[in-house]
Each structure stands twice: as structure tokens, then as C-alpha cells.
């Protein structure tokens, strides 16, 4: 596993708690289905306040993972201790007063048909066994919470996908959880309706401190609202740390092909022309996070050596406000002396730089 | 047609009605309680048990098999011991009941079985237990199929009640025959019909308003 350490110092404070206050605490967690694992040794904790997202492809473990949390599913073997109580040996019975203190949201929603939405809201304190007026109350407030007040004597089927997942968070927050599963919450929904809930999750976060932890197989959620994450893959986890940390120096085959769709990619029709050895230009990938993005990197090179060099292609985003990007950089001309300073000079900057190929005429 | 035989038809309908209603209660009574347990007890379901689930489905089929005119006779010590007597409409309404709760059950069963997993899953998810999951989430959620279901149920045990003549219950099927056929009172065949057509069509109806009032899903 690739824990990322470097982590500045600020940000270091923000997410790292004492870890006394430990929500959640995975210790070699394995389970299989039939000759399959599905969770191959999975140790994890999630901290009190933050937001943790595991993101691995379909088949990758996530789903099994996140339901042995609240004991929907049981693991072989490994420990799962939720507010420092080991619950993987817990009979049903004993699992249901903790999963009080556990909200689910579901990529389906999940919501009762044949309750209206404030009735599926105040569904959790009706388990607990609460007064009529008190889980009216609280649906009342859950759903004005939600942006959703107007909506409290309708059904589930009158509304869109983003109103019922709304309706979905509200119901997970009903029972006052300590913790908030989320499984592909927004992978029924389209971009727009995604960023909005999305930025309901966060808010939910801040205002009330609450701990999330969220599977995915979408990056763009993570990196939306996730402070660290966890990549899942054959039921391993392969890398785990800071979010802006994993975007700007991923390690694994995995991440980086997860990250491929949300960070810039060389153009196919430059990769296709590249060819080894040698050409007029020399393609360069420059991976840049933190301070090594904030300088002026390139007017510094053209400064250094002599170019001309042309940038062909980059972007740099801003993750958790640290800025993380990619450039692609042509170098013009033969000379392999030269190139290795370009390369030297990038490096001494922090920049990681790997040689793409070159291509004859111009680009 | 004359005064007797209107008053025959009029006491025919009441006895029909009787016959159909209460059996169907009792199908709905014991009927609902067995299609839950098919489901629950069956793999995957709240209260999983492969050996309850395979011994409940083969007394139900069991009973399914008989045809109603032989569990009409074959029942008639049952009968015996649960009303006294095993003539008369009061003596139908066991073999109906026995015929009717399996009938019920299987179609319940389907109903229930519909319930999508996730809202089960979610129920637990908060903490529920199986009679939460049994209270607030199978039988509300799959309730318009129950209730279609036992409009059904409800249509059958009316052409089924005809046929409860043959132990001196009485009924419109048993009129029917009896006049209708047996004697040429033509009049008397056609006014069965129309009003069994009547009563058909209003138990439809009834039952479909009620799906259409409780149906949320679309």
C-alpha cells in the first residue's frame, strides 16, 4: 500500500485527528464469494469528521466493503470497529441499535413507495420507536434542511432523482448518525443533479461535523468533496491518502487509469504520431502539484536554456486547494545534452517529468 | 318469474355472498400471513429456512392439486368438527376457506416477492427488525398486489361456490342447476347470470379503484 505523507502542514491539521476519535476502523477485513475474494485483507480507519472516499471499479470490493459497516454483510475474518465497538461478530439483534448510529444512502434511492416523503424521513425515529410529533418534527427540519419542505406530503414517485436522493440523505440524517454511508449515491444521477448533491453532502459535513464515507467509481466525486481516499482494487486497497496528494503523484496502474478521464491527456492525435528515438520534437509529460505549480515554471525554463519550447497541451486544477496539473511540453531539437538539462531543470523544480516519445514535423 | 322463485333468487344471492365473503376473509386472514412466510422463509428472505420454505410449498401445492368437488366431499369430517354440521352454507364455507388460503397465499406470495431487495435492505440498513421490514415495508409496498390479488381470489371463490350444491349449501350456482336447468326456467338460468355478471364486475371494480387509490409506485 502507498500511504502519501506529504501532506502540508495546514491541511495536516485540518484532517488528522487524534486518532482516538476513530469512527470507523478496519482491521484485515477479508470475504469471499465462492472462490472470489471480494475483500482480500482490508485495514482502514476513517476519521472523525472527514470525508473518505473509496473508488475502485465495478467488482473491485467497495460495495462489500461499505456493507460490512453496518452489518448488512458479514466478513470472514478481520475486525470492524464502529465508535471503538467491534460489531463483525454482533447478532442481528445486537446490530440494530448501532445501526441508529449509521445513516445509508443508496445509489437507487431505496425510498418507500407507499410512504410519503415525510413519512419516509421520519421512518429511522419510527424504528427507534420515537413519539409521532417528535419524528414529525424532525422530518420537518431534515426536509427544509434538504430544500425539500414543500415536498413533505408527496410521494417518492412524483419526484426527480436529485429530490429523492435529497430525500434519501434526510432519512439517513433522521436518527442523528455519527456516520453516513454512501453507495454510489450519485451514480443514478447526471452531472448537474450530482454537483448539487454532492454539495449537500459537503454542507452536511461542515455544518454538523459529520463523518462520511463514500464508495464510488467516479473520480470527479472525489475530488469534488472527498478529503482523502482509499483505491480499491481486487479487493485490496493499492493507495490511500490525501485526495490532492493521490491526483498529483498517483501510483498505481489503477489510479491512474481511474484519474484518466478527469486529467489532461496527451491528444490521440499527437499520440499517434510519436515515434522512439528521435524526431524534430520531443514530447515531455510534466506532472506539477503544490509549490512546483504555483511557480512560474515555464517562463523560468525559457529563461534557463534556449528553447523554443511549445506547450502543447495541460491544465492545472485546483484539488482541496492545491493546485495539481499536467503539462505536455515540446522540446524542439535533436540535441540529447540539451534535453537532459530541460529535464534536470524541471526536476530541481519539483516537477516529475517523463519522456513521452518524439514526432517529426511539427505538432 | 314467479314471486317464490324471486324470493328463491334473492335468498340464492345472500347465501352466494355469504359464502364468497366470509371464505375469503378467511383466505385473506391466514392466506397474507402463509405468503409471507413463503417469502421470508424462502433463500435470501428476512427469516431464511429452506426446510419450512420446501414443507410450506408442498402442503400448499398439495392442497392446490385436489379439484374443489372432491375436497368438498374429502372434508366433510373437518367440516364436521369445526361447524356441527356438514350441510348447508355454513358447512361450505370450510372447504371453501381450505381451497381458497393456498390459492391466496400463492398469489400473495408473488406480490411480496416483488418488493424490491433494496428497500429491505434499507430498512435494515436503520436498524429495523423482521416485523418492521414485515409492517413497513413488504406489506404496504406490495398492498396493491395483495389487494388485486384478492379481487381475484374473491371472482374465483364465486364460480367455485357453485359447485357447494352438491353438500346442500344453497347459492346461485346450486339455483342455477337446479331451476334453471333441471326444471326449463329459462327465466330463472338468465337472471343467475346477470346477476352473477353484476356481482363480478362490482368486485372488480371495487378492488380496482382500491388498487388505483393505494398504488404510489407511478
Known sequence: MNQHIKAPADLAAASHPPASEDVVRLIDLKRRFGATPALDGVSLTVRKGEILGIIGRSGAGKSTLIRCLNGLER??????????CEISRLGERELQPLRHRIGMIFQHFNLLSAKTVEDNVALPLKIEGRPKAERLARAAELLELAGLSEKAKAYPASLSGGQKQRVGIARALAARPALLLSDEATSALDPETTRSIL??????NRQLGLTILLITHEMEVIRSIADRVAVIDAGRIVELGPVWSVFADPRSEITKSLLGGIRPQLPDEIASRLVPGTGAETILRIDVAGEAARAPLLSDLATALPGPFRLVHGGIDHVQQQPVGTLFLAVAGNDENHLSEVIAFLKARHGRVEVLGHVAGSV | MSPVLFEL????????????????LISLIFGLPLGLALVATDRGGIAESLWVNRALGAIINGFRSVPFIILLVALIPVTRLIVGTSIGTWAA???????????????????????DHGLIEAARAMGGNRWTIIREVLVPEALPGIVAGFTVTLVTLIGASAMAGAIGAGGLGDLAIRYGYQ????????????????LVCGIQWVGDRLVARLDHRA
Open chain 1, 75 to 84: 466478513p470472514d475474518s478481520g475486525e470492524v470497529f464502529i465508535e471503538g
Open chain 1, 199 to 204: 454539495a449537500l453532502l459537503k454542507d452536511i
Open chain 2, 9 to 24: 333468487l334473492i335468498r340464492s344471492i345472500w347465501e352466494t355472498v355469504l359464502m364468497t365473503g366470509s371464505s375469503g
Open chain 2, 93 to 115: 364455507i370450510v372447504p371453501l376457506s381450505i381451497a381458497a388460503t393456498p390459492y391466496y397465499a400463492r398469489i400473495a406470495e408473488v406480490s411480496l416477492r416483488e418488493v
Open chain 2, 183 to 198: 326444471r326449463f326456467e329459462t327465466s330463472v338460468m338468465v337472471a343467475v347470470v346477470i346477476v352473477l355478471i353484476i
